[in-house]
């Protein structure tokens, strides 16, 4: 029986970025991970290391303290990267966030490399169907869509009663266009819809899995 990781250790793989996997500790602790085969460090600079499947089985297996909803996701300054889903009171914007998000969707997209079984990175993973809204969500932005802000203009990702798709509204025609393209060019199946109580059109997106 593989022995478990020690509390140092236990703490770095609690740390990691919940969407990247990226994992900060001393260089001690990071090789120790490595030779579990918890870890893996990039073969490109900086070289960071980032949680392998079993790092992440490990860190999801842990009870998490009760988080706020999708549709609220923490500040980008709290220390945990969030997707901008629409409608956040104060989001956060400029190069710092720009960076941020562009390190989140490569780190997404290594998952995907890592995890799905023939290696393929243009299709979501098991991450990403597990946290429906935060994935959509990321992958709009991360394309420069524009979230929606206390203003309303702007795209908005929200979870349905559907388990395995979530709906994306925006302001016009236009908006929705674009959020459907760049959706499907991120592995996920979109099909156009109307609300039959307001005749607003929204996306119907999920993950493709083929």
Request: aromatic share 4%.
């Amino acid at each position: 029986m593989t022995r478990p990781p020690t509390a140092a250790q236990r703490r770095v793989i609690d740390a990691a970025d919940p969407v990247t996997g990226r994992l900060k500790g001393t260089q001690a602790q990071l090789a120790a991970l490595v030779g579990r085969g918890l870890a893996f460090r990039h073969p490109r600079p900086p070289h960071d290391c980032f949680l392998t499947p079993a790092g992440h089985r490990i860190r999801e297996a842990a009870p998490e303290p009760p988080r706020a909803a999708d549709a609220a996701p923490e500040a980008a300054g709290g220390g945990v990267f969030a997707a901008r889903v629409g409608g956040e009171e104060e989001p956060a914007v400029g190069p710092a966030r720009a960076r941020e998000v562009h390190s989140a969707w490569q780190g997404l997209l290594e998952l995907r490399r890592m995890t799905n079984p023939d290696g393929a990175a243009d299709r979501p993973c098991g991450w990403e169907r597990a946290h429906l809204v935060r994935a959509a969500a990321l992958a709009l932005e991360a394309a420069g869509h524009r979230p929606a802000g206390p203003d309303g203009d702007g795209y908005r990702v929200r979870a349905t009663p559907q388990p395995d798709a979530v709906a994306v509204s925006g302001p016009d025609a236009g908006t929705l266009r674009a959020c459907a393209a760049t959706l499907e060019g991120a592995g996920w199946q979109v099909g156009d819809h109307t609300d039959s109580r307001t005749r607003d059109r929204y996306l119907l997106a999920s993950p493709r899995r083929v």
